[in-house]
């Protein structure tokens, strides 16, 4: 068992730059591939970036490339979500989740942090 809480989420304007964190509990973070999800208002949530357990894999959605880079630091069991030139449409509730292992599905989930992008 996991249990992950997020930070980071705010309100800024469009252009503007946050990091997205994530620390998880217990003593196993490196047994886990980590990710973030979003779910803007009237849509499905939707997949944003994964990073593997090593940090030697990360993939990034359409939506995030060139612009969002995950990370992660085993040392403070964090895993980080850099958001450059965020958009309006960036707006959502953005999810930490965990997987053990590298492959499956997400199975544990953050109660998610709030981003708010303005005009």
């Known amino acids: 068992q996991v249990q992950l809480v997020e930070s980071g989420g705010g309100l800024v304007q469009a252009g503007a730059s946050l990091r997205l964190s994530c620390t998880a509990s217990g003593r196993t973070f490196n047994t886990y591939s980590m990710g973030w999800f979003r779910q803007a208002p009237g849509k499905e949530r939707e997949f944003v970036a994964a990073?593997?357990?090593?940090?030697?894999?990360?993939v990034h959605a359409d939506c995030a490339k060139g612009r969002f880079t995950i990370s992660r630091d085993g040392a403070k069991n964090t895993v980080y979500l850099q958001m450059n030139s965020l958009k309006v449409e960036d707006t959502a509730i953005y999810f930490c989740v965990a997987r053990y292992n590298d492959g499956g599905a997400f199975d544990y989930w953050g109660q998610g942090t709030q981003v708010t992008v303005s005009s």
């Open positions: 990073i593997s357990r090593s940090g030697s894999v990360r």
